[in-house]
């Protein structure tokens, strides 16, 4: 008889990396999937080293390619980046989370 896992109320934390609060503007670019060679101005939700999350009114594919244009105090940034969560959040809203592949 195999035994009964029971499920804990709390998932440890996936990310390698701490994650900061940051809102900022962003421009986002799609390189490919619907909507490729489109841009859009988003506000980030936070950032990391290797990723970036933010919020939509339209959900995104997983694994979709994009640019994304940071303005930060210290300057512009810019990331190729690959789609890797997309979750609805409430009123037709998607948070979306992209990977850092590259700085441009």
């Given at each position: 008889?195999?035994?009964?896992?029971?499920?804990?109320?709390?998932?440890?934390?996936?990310?390698?990396?701490?994650?900061r609060a940051v809102q900022t503007k962003a421009t986002l670019t799609l390189?490919?999937?619907?909507?490729?060679?489109t841009s859009q101005?988003?506000?980030t939700r936070d950032l990391a080293l290797s990723g970036?999350?933010?919020?939509?009114?339209?959900?995104?594919?997983?694994?979709?390619?994009?640019?994304?244009?940071?303005t930060t105090p210290g300057g512009n940034q810019t990331h190729a980046c690959e789609v890797v969560r997309v979750r609805a959040v409430s009123?037709?809203?998607?948070?979306?989370?992209?990977?850092?592949r590259a700085r441009m």
């Open positions: 008889m195999n035994p009964i896992i029971a499920p804990t109320l709390v998932e440890a934390d996936r990310r390698g990396e701490n994650r390189l490919d999937g619907e909507g490729a060679g101005e988003v506000l970036i999350s933010f919020f939509l009114n339209h959900p995104l594919t997983v694994g979709q390619n994009c640019r994304v244009d940071l009123n037709g809203r998607f948070e979306m989370a992209v990977q850092v």
